[in-house]
């Protein structure tokens, strides 16, 4: 009876303690604490690859939320030039110009980047989302580790498109 009870204890203390890893993941994710550059490779078209370098105390953490930080970078904040010697790529403009779109809109996009959230729609990881040696850097208390991420950016657009939160195409002409 002892061994059950302590069995249940050890449950319950292991699971709280994912329960709060998850939470603090999921308050990083939403701080959106993320670099995001244009990378050197192949996409078709419609499609934008990118290299998104995240911020976490865990690893872990930093590869899973690489997914939600591409799309949230192609949205809002676009991506840096890529600029390694002769090689150089033009980064992109955000889809989203309105600087208050995200906020004006805050529970469509709580409920867009949760976990398993529309956000996935959009992606595809490069590697499986295995960061190259070089892109798991120590910086202090925590890792800044680089993932690839190709995103249906085409896609991406008419889902904003359909939201209302920004105007088609069509409509510019």
Do not use: W
Not at 58 to 67: I, M
Not at 100 to 117: I, M, P, R, S, V
């Amino acid at each position: 009876m002892k061994k059950t009870i302590s069995l249940i204890v050890i449950c319950l203390l292991v699971s709280s303690q994912l329960f709060a890893q998850k939470k603090k993941a999921d308050k990083e994710t939403l701080e959106f604490r993320y670099e995001a550059e244009a990378t050197v490779g192949q996409a078709v078209q419609g499609f934008t690859l990118l290299k998104v370098f995240t911020y976490s105390k865990n690893k872990n953490v930093a590869t899973s939320q690489a997914g939600k930080n591409a799309v949230h970078a192609i949205l809002f904040k676009g991506t840096a030039d890529y600029v390694n010697g002769n090689t150089r790529i033009k980064g992109q403009r955000p889809l989203i110009s309105n600087v208050t779109a995200y906020d004006e809109n805050l529970e469509y996009f709580k409920e867009f980047f949760q976990d398993g959230g529309q956000y996935q729609r959009y992606i595809q990881f490069v590697n499986n989302g295995i960061p190259d040696a070089g892109d798991v850097i120590k910086v202090g208390k925590e890792y800044k580790v680089g993932a690839k991420v190709l995103v249906n950016k085409d896609a991406l657009r008419k889902c904003m498109e359909d939201a209302g939160i920004i105007k088609g195409l069509g409509g510019m002409f």
